[in-house]
């Protein structure tokens, strides 16, 4: 037993995923690569709704809604959020209703996961405002004014990024550390992308409180790295306290690596296409062109530089994404 697994095994959860998640060998990509060894924990075969490392976190917040008696789970992000349709589909799969509320405008196409979310029956409403935090203030405001009027309403924040999607990821860590210690895997580092930075603040305590040897580092795909670093504090801040756990990140705990954004988020980047083109020739996983191409491009970035060195075994964790792929967006490729 891990030291915060009764813990975090005491908290109410409903099964949406498959797990453990499978850890994928990629030596072909490792050897173009030039490292020793590659794996992929492929959180994007977590099975449920499309998948991604999203169906995690939602275990746990919609056992929180069945608790609370929510009636309606109200979230939000762009059109072609993973967390969106995931929310749409874990609300779905409880019988209650999804309201999801979307910076911008309608977009001209309904495909990949906005087409998704739609077919969930997920309720949608743009804020008209192209800004991403305009999304914060109008959940809030949504679920207020919902509650007001006699509704149950549970909100989720952008990404699912709170402290029950933190526990989450502490899990994925135990996990993969059980099955390292099977199969005889040594981690040197573990890589992921950072988006809210839930995924990572979980990673990292999980990590931490094992005390494991990984390094565990980030790619960040949305933000500069230093406000992508003081999310992650305060992420895991809110999961310590919030769960009562012992362990806490420091700075010195927290590696962003910037440069792989390309134009902006969601916009698919050159890089981040070849990496997509590399991985799907060379080992027949797909990667995303939002999160795990970007982050992936990074990975061989950093081998490149020296900064991962030809004898380290690597793990990538590979969080999904897969229905931007079928968007106008990837077109590029
Ligand atoms: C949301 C997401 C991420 C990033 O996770 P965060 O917890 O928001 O940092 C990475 N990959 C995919 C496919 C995602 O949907």
Redesign the pocket.
Known sequence: MYPLEAKLGALARVRLASLPTAMSPAQRLARSLGIAHLWFKRD?LIGFGFG???VRGLEFLLADAIARQADIVVTGAGPQ???VRATAAAAAFAGIESLAILWGSPPPRTEGNYLLTRMLGGKVRFTGNPDRASVDAEIESVVADMARAGRRPYGIPR???CAL?VAA?ILAVYETAAHCAESGIRPDLVL?????????AGWLLGVKSLHLPWRVESVT?SRPAVEVRRRVLALGDAAAETLDLPVALSDGDVVVHDGFIGEGYGIASAEGMEAIRLTARTEGIFL?P???GKAFAGLAALISRGRVASEDTVIFVH???APALFTARAEVL
């Open positions: 994007d991604g490392n999203k959020s993973n967390h990404g699912g990024a999607g990821h992921l992308a950072a988006g809210s930075g839930a995924t990572y795909v995303d939002t999160y795990t969080t999904g994404g």
